[in-house]
C-alpha cells in the first residue's frame, strides 16, 4: 500500500492505453532518430545502429516497477525503482545517460563525491558559530508536480 498499492499516488492503466501510448513513444522516437541521424548528422551510424537493435528485439517489452527497501529506517521504508532492463528504452537511457556524463564538469551544483564536499569546505574560513546543514529529501517521486497534477 506504501506505493503501487495506493490509489492516491498510482494509478493502474489498462492494456490498450499503454499499447497505444508505447506506440506514440515509438513514432516520437523515431522522428527524433531520423531528424538527428539521418537529417542533422549529429548522431552516427553506430549509435542510430545501437539504440534501434534493442527497439527492434524488444518492441512490446514494457518498463517495470521494482521496490527496494530501506533497511536502515525503523519501520522499513519502500521506494519505487523503474527497471527498464530487456526494454528498448533501456538503450535509449544509456546512450543519454553516456552524453550526460560529459556535461558534469560543466554544471556548477554538480558535485564529484563526499571528499569534494569536505575538501571545499575545509578550504572556507569560517566564524566559529557557522553551522553546516543538511538534509535528506523524503518521498520525492511521489511528490513531484506532473502535467496531470499542474493542470487537474
Known amino acids: 500500500m506504501e506505493h503501487l498499492g495506493n490509489p492516491t499516488n498510482y494509478k493502474e492503466l489498462d492494456e490498450p492505453w499503454v499499447k497505444l501510448t508505447m ?22 551510424k553506430a549509435e542510430a ?51 550526460f556524463q560529459k556535461l558534469k564538469p ?3 551544483t554538480f558535485v ?6 569536505i575538501d571545499e569546505i575545509s578550504q572556507l574560513v569560517l566564524p566559529p558559530n557557522a553551522r553546516l546543514v543538511t538534509c535528506d529529501a523524503n518521498s520525492m517521486y511521489t511528490t513531484t508536480l506532473t502535467r496531470d497534477t499542474l493542470f487537474a
Request: charged fraction near 30%; glycine fraction near 2%.
Open 106 to 108: 560543466f554544471v556548477k
Open 23 to 44: 506506440k506514440k513513444l515509438d513514432y516520437q522516437f523515431e522522428g527524433w532518430l531520423t531528424k538527428y541521424h539521418t537529417r542533422l548528422k549529429q548522431i552516427s
Open 49 to 99: 545502429t545501437f539504440l534501434r537493435r534493442d527497439r527492434e528485439q524488444n518492441p512490446d517489452q514494457l518498463a517495470r516497477f521494482r521496490m527496494t527497501a530501506k533497511v536502515h529506517k525503523n519501520p522499513w521504508k519502500m521506494r519505487p525503482i523503474v527497471c527498464c532492463a530487456g526494454n528498448w528504452m533501456n538503450a535509449w537511457s544509456k546512450w543519454l545517460d553516456y552524453w
Open 112 to 117: 564529484k563525491d563526499l571528499q569534494q564536499i
